[in-house]
């Protein structure tokens, strides 16, 4: 707990003394090289997050967002192009599409997961269609195998936005390794987190890869020698021997966050019997890595205040859908398009959820939560 006698949403500061230790030595190495723009430290991180993973290639690139646009730079989307993807994720899974000129096309959630619905993505697909980008949403995968029999028969690549879900899996296959492509984020609040904005693209395919390692230098392969017009999507050194120090580490948080997902629906379990609460549940076939714990309830806004009094620190992750966004007025999205995304923004609420949050302070927010919803 914090001094305040706060529970927090995230604390970073909680590191024990041996990471914090062997974090410095990876950044002192760093730092007695030289070389802080890839090289060595780029070269070990990727290769331990692809041997990790199961995965030909590792592209570390400058945040999660620069890994999907860079993604969808290396499958040529540009104008003219559709991207199909959730209305309910954090902004970089559209705005990266409208940044290329393409437009975003959506698809509602399935409330239970809060993922794009396999169910109603055919009638979206068009001629246009250029990718199909599912978001694995607060670190559960979505309903991959129709998502991908789909887009295979249709000649269409997929792009795992898997930026919430790094540990995640899907009968039996990693988050991020099934599609064509995979985009990760290490942003600080993430399962796998740096010290700063940090990224990555993965795939098995050869030809894209080589792409995907020459658009983030400015697209080229050779110093000055430009065969395509790319980006500065470097990932820092010094973020790549951060991650590689506690990559060793991620299932072990991972499981944490598992057990205390599991202790939050143990103790809320009454409250949602008589419907005045809903959590997380993890579906068939897939395991999720809890990046966020969301309950959903009818009162969002009136018992996340109470919970505010309570000294227990809530986000809500995400108050309004793409469709609804000012900047994507010129799509046409009007309320009621898209009704179960619309309906989980009003009722979603984030508890504290991270791996070094204690019993104690797990018990102190469900029974404010329960007080709340009383």
Known sequence: MTRAGTVPILDLTRYDADLQRQIAEAVAEVFASGKFVLGPANEAFEAALASHLGVRHVVGVSSGTDALLVALMALDVGPGDEVVTSPFSFFASAGVVARLGAKPVFVDIDPATFDLDPARLESALTPKTRAIQPVHLYGQCADMDPILGLAEARGIPVLEDACQAIGAGYRG??????????????????????????????????????????????????????????????????????????????????????????????????????????????????RHVYHQYVVRVARRDAVRKRLTESGIATSVFYPLPMHLQECFAALGGRKGDFPEAERAANEVLALPMFAELTDAEIERVAAALLDALA
């Open 173 to 286: 296959r990693p988050a991020g390794t099934m599609g064509r492509l995979g985009a990760f984020s290490f942003y600080p609040t993430k399962n796998l987190g740096a010290a700063g904005d940090a990224g990555a693209v993965v795939t098995n395919d050869d030809a894209l890869a080589e792409r995907l390692r020459s658009l983030r230098v400015h697209g080229s392969s050779a110093t000055y020698h430009h065969e395509r017009v790319g980006g500065n999507f470097r990932l820092d050194a010094l973020q790549a021997a951060v991650l590689r120090v506690k990559l060793p580490r991620l299932e072990a948080w991972n499981l944490r966050r598992r057990a205390i997902a599991k202790r939050y629906g143990e103790i809320l379990a009454g409250a949602e019997a008589v419907g005045r609460i809903a959590t997380p549940q993890e579906a068939g076939g897939r």
